[in-house]
C-alpha cells in the first residue's frame, strides 16, 4: 500500500521558484503522469518525492509516513533516470543485484530476483554484458529491471524513453505500461510527450509554471481541459480559440454566428480541431494550407482574422483560396474565462 | 566535389610549405624532447671511458660500471630510498586532500566556489624561492626541518593544485544521475561514492597520484633548502655532481629522469583524459 501525498510542496532556486505550493494525491497503485513543457516543475517535483531534492516548503507522505526529511534509500523508491544511470563498471546481473545487496537479500534470492526481472524485460541473454555492450533501448530495460528488482513501493520515471527512437519508444511505452500493471506498485511518470502521457497513464498532471493545472484522466483532460493552457498545451493540433463577446442571457456573439453559453460578461470560445464538420451555416473559414493526412485531412485557415484549424474528412477536397463553413459540434463547445483563463462550466 | 583538377601553382606551393613547416616543427619538438635523453642514456650506459669520446654511438655499449660506480657513491642508495620515501608521501598527502576538495567542487554549489578555484591556482603563482625561507624557519621552530614529512608537506603543497583540478575533471566527467541511482538503491553517500565514483574515477586518481609522485621526485629547490642529512636524489646530486665525474653525472642524471618517464607513459591515457581532452 503505498498512496503518495503531497502537501503544499514549493521549491525555489535561489530567486527562481521551480514550485508554488503543489497539492496532490497519487492513489495506491495508480499510474501518475506529470505533464508539462520543460522547466514547468514537474522533474523538480519527482525528484523531491525522491529525495533527490529538498522541497522549500511543504510536506511528502508515501504510504502513510512522512518522507521528506528521509534521505532517498529510506523512501521505498526505486527510479529510473533518462539517461539510464547504468553503472558503467558493473555487468547487467550486478545492476539489477545492486539494490538487492545494498538490502541483504540472500545470494540465492538475488540470483532468483535478477532472473525474473530480467525475463520480465527481455534481458536474460544480456546479464554478463557491461553497459557499454548495450544499446540504449537495452540499457533503458536494464533501468527499468533493476527499478522492478527492488520491488518498491513506489517507481518514479524521469522521461525514461526520450532517449530512445521514435519506434524503439513505441514498443517500451506498450512494454512498460503492461510490466507495471503486473507489478502493482504506485508509479509517478514525468514525461513531455502528451501522447506517453495518454496512452499511459490513470492519470495526468497537467503542469505549467510551477503548478499543476489539471489532474485528471486523460480523456477528461483532453476533452474538459480545465484551464485554456491545458487546452492549447494537450492535442495535436491543439484547441482553437476565438474571442467572444456577450448578447447577454448566455448567448455570445462568435465570428459573426450567435451560440449559447455560459452566463456572463466576458468568455472565450474554444473549440477542438476535430469537432468541426463542414455545414451550411457556421463559421467561415479562408483556407490557407490543406494537409492531407491519409485518415483526414488537416486545414489551417483564418477565423475572423485568428488561425483555425480544422481536421476533415479525407472525402472532401478542399483547396487553398477556399472560404469554406464549419459548424462545431454544440456539446463540445469550450468557454475560458479570459480573465483567469480557468474553464467556465 | 568531384572537381579532381590540381589547384593553381601558387596554392600549391603554398599548401607544401605549410606541409613542410608543420613536420618540421613536430620534428624540432619531438629532437628537443628525445635528444637530451638519448644523450643521458647512450652516456649513462657506456663505459666512461666512452662518455668523453666521439663520435657518439646510437646504442649504448651497455656497459654498466657508470651506474655501477653511481649506486656504490658514498651516500646515493640513501638519497634515493628519501626520495622515494618523500614521493610516496607526497603522494599520498596530495591524493588525500585533493580529491575530497574536487569532488566537492564538481559536486556542490557553495559560495566562493570559483574564488576557491582560482585561489587553488594562485598558489602555484608564488615562486618557491620566496617561500623556502620563512618555511625553513618555521620548520625549525616546529621541528620538521630536515625530516620527510615536511619535506613531503611542501612537496604536497606543489602538487596540490593539480591534484585538485585533475580530480575535480575526474568527477565531473562522472554523470551525478549514477550517484543518485546508487542513492535510491539504498546507498548512503559514502557507499555510493565507493561502490559507484570511486571505481570509475580510480585509473584517473592514480593517474593524478603517479602525477604527483614525479612532481616530487623532480623537485630540487625546497629538498635542497629544507634538507641536510636526510637529502632526496635531486638535492644530493645537486650537492655533489659539480665536483664529481662526468660518467657519473650522466648515471645520475637518468637515474632521475628514468622513474618520471616511465609512470608517465604508464598513464600517458590518462594525462590527457585528466586535461579534458578524452573526457569532454
Given at each position: 500500500m503505498a498512496e503518495i501525498v503531497i502537501k503544499g510542496v514549493a521549491k525555489d532556486f535561489g530567486a527562481f521558484t521551480a514550485l508554488?505550493?503543489?497539492?496532490?494525491?497519487?492513489?495506491?497503485?495508480?499510474?501518475?503522469?506529470?505533464?508539462g513543457a520543460s522547466g514547468c516543475g514537474k522533474t523538480t517535483l519527482l525528484r523531491i518525492i525522491a529525495g533527490l531534492e529538498t522541497p522549500s516548503q511543504?510536506?511528502?507522505?508515501?504510504?502513510?509516513?512522512?518522507?521528506?526529511?528521509?534521505?532517498?534509500?529510506?523512501?521505498?523508491?526505486?527510479?529510473?533516470?533518462?539517461?539510464?544511470?547504468?553503472?558503467?563498471?558493473?555487468t547487467v546481473f550486478e545492476n539489477i543485484a545492486f539494490g538487492l545487496r545494498m538490502a541483504k537479500v540472500t545470494g540465492t534470492e538475488v540470483d532468483r530476483r535478477v532472473r525474473r526481472t530480467a525475463e520480465l524485460m527481455h534481458i536474460e541473454q544480456l546479464l554478463k554484458r557491461y553497459s557499454g555492450e548495450l544499446s540504449g533501448g537495452q540499457r533503458q530495460r536494464v533501468?527499468?529491471?533493476?527499478?522492478?528488482?527492488?520491488?518498491?513501493?513506489?517507481?518514479?520515471?524521469?522521461?525514461?524513453?526520450?532517449?530512445?527512437?521514435?519506434?524503439?519508444?513505441?514498443?517500451?511505452?506498450?512494454?512498460?505500461?503492461?510490466?507495471?500493471?503486473?507489478?502493482?506498485?504506485?508509479?509517478?511518470?514525468?514525461?513531455?510527450?502528451?501522447?506517453?502521457?495518454?496512452?499511459?497513464?490513470?492519470?495526468?498532471?497537467?503542469?505549467?509554471?510551477?503548478?499543476?493545472?489539471?489532474?485528471?484522466?486523460?480523456?477528461?483532460?483532453?476533452?474538459?481541459?480545465?484551464?485554456?493552457?491545458?487546452?492549447?498545451?494537450?492535442?495535436?493540433?491543439?484547441?482553437?480559440?476565438?474571442?467572444?463577446?456577450?448578447?447577454?442571457?448566455?448567448?455570445?456573439?462568435?465570428?459573426?454566428?450567435?451560440?449559447?453559453g455560459p452566463q456572463g460578461s466576458a468568455a472565450e470560445f474554444a473549440i477542438r480541431p476535430e469537432d468541426l464538420h463542414p455545414s451550411d451555416t457556421g463559421l467561415s473559414a479562408e483556407v490557407r494550407v490543406v494537409e492531407p493526412l491519409g485518415p483526414h485531412t488537416l486545414v489551417t485557415a483564418q477565423v475572423a482574422g485568428q488561425p483555425f484549424r480544422a481536421v476533415l474528412d479525407s472525402d472532401r477536397h478542399i483547396t487553398p483560396g477556399e472560404v469554406i463553413t464549419l459548424a462545431p459540434v454544440p456539446d463540445r463547445i469550450r468557454w475560458f474565462d479570459p480573465e483567469t483563463q480557468k474553464a467556465i462550466a | 566535389m568531384t572537381d579532381t583538377s590540381p589547384p593553381p601553382a601558387p596554392q600549391l606551393e603554398a599548401r607544401r610549405a605549410g606541409r613542410f613547416l608543420f613536420y618540421a616543427g613536430v620534428a624540432l619538438l619531438v629532437l628537443w624532447v628525445l635528444v637530451p635523453i638519448w644523450f643521458l642514456f647512450v652516456n649513462a650506459l657506456s663505459a666512461p671511458s666512452e662518455v668523453t669520446g666521439f663520435p657518439k654511438r646510437i646504442w649504448p655499449s651497455f656497459d654498466l660500471a657508470s651506474v655501477q660506480f653511481f649506486l656504490q657513491f658514498q651516500g646515493v642508495t640513501q638519497a634515493l630510498?628519501?626520495?622515494?620515501?618523500?614521493?610516496?608521501?607526497?603522494?599520498?598527502?596530495?591524493?588525500?586532500?585533493?580529491?575530497?576538495?574536487?569532488?566537492?567542487?564538481?559536486?556542490?554549489?557553495?559560495?566562493?566556489?570559483?574564488?576557491?578555484r582560482v585561489l587553488v591556482i594562485m598558489t602555484r603563482a608564488f615562486p618557491l624561492p620566496l617561500l623556502a625561507l620563512p618555511l625553513a624557519v618555521m620548520f625549525i621552530r616546529t621541528g620538521l626541518d630536515d625530516t620527510v614529512l615536511g619535506l613531503a608537506l611542501v612537496h604536497a603543497m606543489l602538487a596540490l593544485p593539480f591534484a585538485v583540478l585533475i580530480t575535480f575533471s575526474l568527477f565531473s566527467g562522472i554523470p551525478v544521475e549514477l550517484e543518485e541511482a546508487a542513492w535510491t538503491l539504498g546507498c548512503n553517500r559514502l557507499q555510493a561514492f565507493i561502490k559507484v565514483v570511486l571505481p570509475l574515477a580510480l585509473p584517473g586518481i592514480m593517474a593524478s597520484a603517479v602525477f604527483a609522485f614525479v612532481i616530487s621526485w623532480n623537485e630540487v629547490f625546497a629538498a635542497a633548502v629544507l634538507t641536510i642529512e636526510n637529502r632526496t636524489l635531486t638535492a644530493f646530486l645537486l650537492q655533489s655532481l659539480n665536483v664529481s665525474p662526468l660518467p657519473l653525472k650522466f648515471a645520475g642524471g637518468a637515474a632521475l629522469v628514468m622513474p618520471a618517464l616511465i609512470f608517465i607513459f604508464a598513464v600517458r591515457k590518462y594525462l590527457f583524459a585528466m586535461w579534458g581532452i578524452a573526457n569532454r
Open positions: 508554488h505550493s503543489v497539492d496532490l494525491t497519487i492513489a495506491d497503485q495508480e499510474f501518475m503522469v506529470l505533464l511543504g510536506e511528502v507522505w508515501i504510504g502513510g509516513r512522512r518522507v521528506d526529511h528521509l534521505p532517498p534509500r529510506a523512501r521505498g523508491i526505486s527510479m529510473v533516470f533518462q539517461n539510464y544511470a547504468v553503472f558503467p563498471h558493473l533501468a527499468v529491471a533493476r527499478a522492478l528488482a527492488m520491488e518498491p513501493d513506489v517507481i518514479l520515471m524521469d522521461e525514461p524513453l526520450s532517449n530512445l527512437d521514435a519506434l524503439l519508444r513505441l514498443e517500451m511505452r506498450a512494454e512498460l505500461k503492461g510490466v507495471l500493471a503486473e507489478s502493482k506498485t504506485t508509479t509517478i511518470y514525468v514525461t513531455h510527450d502528451q501522447v506517453e502521457a495518454m496512452s499511459l497513464a490513470d492519470r495526468i498532471s497537467v503542469m505549467n509554471g510551477g503548478y499543476i493545472v489539471q489532474a485528471d484522466r486523460p480523456t477528461e483532460v483532453y476533452r474538459n481541459p480545465a484551464a485554456r493552457f491545458v487546452g492549447s498545451f494537450i492535442g495535436n493540433p491543439p484547441m482553437n480559440f476565438l474571442p467572444a463577446k456577450s448578447e447577454g442571457a448566455g448567448r455570445w456573439h462568435v465570428a459573426g454566428q450567435s451560440f449559447a | 630510498w628519501n626520495s622515494v620515501k618523500v614521493a610516496v608521501l607526497t603522494m599520498i598527502l596530495s591524493i588525500a586532500m585533493g580529491a575530497p576538495a574536487g569532488y566537492a567542487l564538481s559536486r556542490f554549489d557553495f559560495p566562493g566556489k570559483e574564488f576557491f
